[in-house]
């Protein structure tokens, strides 16, 4: 019986193997450490929802919020349109796979990889940019949710009961809209880490390491996350000026 060839030669599997580690890896150390108190910029701003959601009861005109829900639609709907012209690229790109490897292969670090694997390597892009648009389209309904929730709050002198639970809900709500749009955001950093595929294996696999890096300090260890957590005292840099600055 005869076998069939893998598509991909050991390194680029290890590779492809080792993105989906290091991406599914990290969304789930990011939600763990939430669920076990850290802190991070997505749990600290679901605080400051609630803090905006209980304010929407206690003001009569609510033009305000509607702009607010207003812009944050707006970003996922600018989001949700850039991915689908990056599906179109990536598409018309799938075309022209011979054109593209000879030029791919001029590059330093680089040689040349067959029609095949070059189509592997375009249909992950196209996997990861389909999976962005999902949670870009996601998070816009769940904002215009929000704004149905705006045009549902209860008035001043509702039940109190009824007031904690409209505040619960509506923050939640805001917060999965939040959630998805951030885990589009991520799509979109190890989208530039997978397109360093197309140099070679090891690059890719270091810039995977990086972007995962990237994400950790911006959402963990940033300079904006020690100013919005509320736990902490605020510094201004300038009195240290000697002290080593993280991603702000």
Request: hydrophobic content about 50%; proline content about 3%; charged content about 20%.
């Amino acid at each position: 019986m005869t076998e069939l060839p893998l598509p991909l030669d050991w390194l680029d599997a290890a590779a492809l193997v080792w993105f989906f580690f290091i991406w599914i890896g990290y969304q789930w150390f990011a939600a763990w450490s939430v669920k076990h108190g850290r802190h991070s910029v997505m749990s600290v701003m679901s605080e400051y929802r609630k803090d905006w959601w209980q304010q929407v009861l206690d003001r009569e005109q609510r033009i305000v919020d509607a702009a607010i829900l207003t812009n944050l639609s707006n970003s996922a709907t600018f989001f949700a349109s850039t991915t689908l012209l990056i599906l179109g690229g990536l598409l018309a790109l799938m075309g022209t796979s011979e054109t593209v490897i000879a030029i791919v292969a001029e590059l330093p670090f680089t040689g040349r990889a067959s029609k095949t694997v070059w189509e592997y390597k375009l249909l992950l892009l196209l996997a990861i940019f389909v999976y962005a648009f999902f949670k870009f389209t996601w998070s816009l309904r769940q904002h215009n949710f929000s704004s149905v929730l705006v045009g549902a709050a209860p008035s001043h002198d509702s039940d109190p009961e009824k007031r904690k639970d409209y505040v619960v809900r509506s923050a939640r709500i805001a917060t999965y809209a939040s959630d998805n749009f951030n885990y589009g955001l991520r799509a979109y950093y190890f989208g530039l880490a997978a397109l360093t595929w197309s140099l070679n294996a090891w690059i890719f696999m270091v810039a995977t390491v990086w972007v995962a890096g990237i994400l950790y300090m911006r959402e963990f260890r940033s300079d904006a996350l020690r100013t919005l957590d509320r736990r902490k005292t605020i510094v201004d840099p300038r009195d240290n000026p000697g002290r080593r600055r993280t991603d702000r």
